[in-house]
């Protein structure tokens, strides 16, 4: 994956992020511009481009694990839809009348709202980054080497 095509697709991803609709809380899958591996991946790449130019900030990293944990908010389209219907109804004032299965599907949703996974991975990937030397001529291999690459 290309720098501009990971630019693109962090970009795409972080304006999916956004887009909430009226009472949203779960968001559907089909909002995302890729797959969340290659989300994943986009954002290593951009870490450590940032480490190349000398750019890994505390608040750079911080933002990055906020929005991987924030991967687990996208589900599948019909599971959003039912989240989402829960959600309102319980604005509306309507809790009593969801049924227990509705209820203990928007329990399980919220209890996992974060990707731990994704947040580590990543922060791992840009801890071991970090330690490399921007200016070493064997950065970008070493970088490929982090990501999988050949």
Not at 9 to 32: C, H, N, T
Not at 75 to 98: S, Y
Not at 124 to 150: I, T, Y
């Amino acid at each position: 994956m290309s720098l501009d095509e990971a630019s693109d697709i962090v970009g795409a991803y972080g304006l999916a992020l956004k887009e909430r609709r009226d009472g949203e809380i779960a968001l559907p899958e089909s909002r995302l511009p890729t797959t969340k591996p290659r989300i994943i991946l986009a954002t290593k790449i951009l870490i450590a481009n940032a480490a190349r130019l000398g750019e890994m900030t505390p608040q750079l990293v911080g933002d990055t694990q906020a929005t991987m944990g924030a991967l687990a908010m996208f589900v599948a389209d019909d599971l959003a839809k039912r989240i989402n219907d829960v959600v309102r109804e319980i604005q509306a004032g309507g809790a009593a009348q969801v049924p227990d299965a509705s209820m203990n599907e928007y329990r399980a949703f919220g209890a996992k709202m974060i990707d731990w996974a994704a947040w580590e991975e990543v922060n791992r990937f840009g801890c071991e980054v970090a330690k490399l030397k921007p200016n070493d001529p064997m950065f970008k291999s070493s970088v490929r080497s982090l990501l999988g690459e050949q």
